[in-house]
Nanobody
Framework: QVQLVESGGGLVQAGGSLRLSCAASGRTFSSHTMGWFRQAPGKEREFVAVIDRNGGTTYYTDSVKGRFTISRDNAKNTVYLQMNSLKPEDTAVYYC?????????????????WGQGTQVTVSS
């Protein structure tokens, strides 16, 4: 397992941007698929984006396509989520997660390690 710490959340107006970062400890970061999930009040945790081990393959949930970009820097053990054109419905706690399995997955059950979450609030 890896230890994950998110940062970069905050309050932003609709149409604004934020960049979330997730720093991982340990030497095995580059062997993990990395994902971002979010959970809004009263709702279940949902998939946002995922990136494979070398950064060559990414997937997004439909509601963020064209607005969010996931990326990673294996030299810095960090994964990012650039969020542009934010909407009030993007308000949630955002979680970073690491998946040690070979096959890339968008299911939260596949992910072994989770960060503590960072709050993103988008005002209208």
């Amino acid at each position: 397992q890896v230890q994950l710490v998110e940062s970069g959340g905050g309050l932003v107006q609709a149409g604004g941007s934020l960049r979330l970062s997730c720093a991982a400890s340990g030497r095995t970061f580059s062997s993990h698929t990395m994902g971002w999930f979010r959970q809004a009040p009263g709702k279940e945790r949902e998939f946002v984006a995922v990136i494979d081990r070398n950064g060559g393959t990414t997937y997004y949930t439909d509601s963020v396509k064209g607005r969010f970009t996931i990326s990673r820097d294996n030299a810095k053990n960090t994964v990012y989520l650039q969020m542009n054109s934010l909407k009030p419905e993007d308000t949630a706690v955002y979680y970073c997660a690491a998946d040690s399995h070979v096959r890339i997955s968008r299911s939260s059950t596949a992910f072994d390690s989770w960060g503590q979450g960072t709050q993103v609030t988008v005002s209208s």
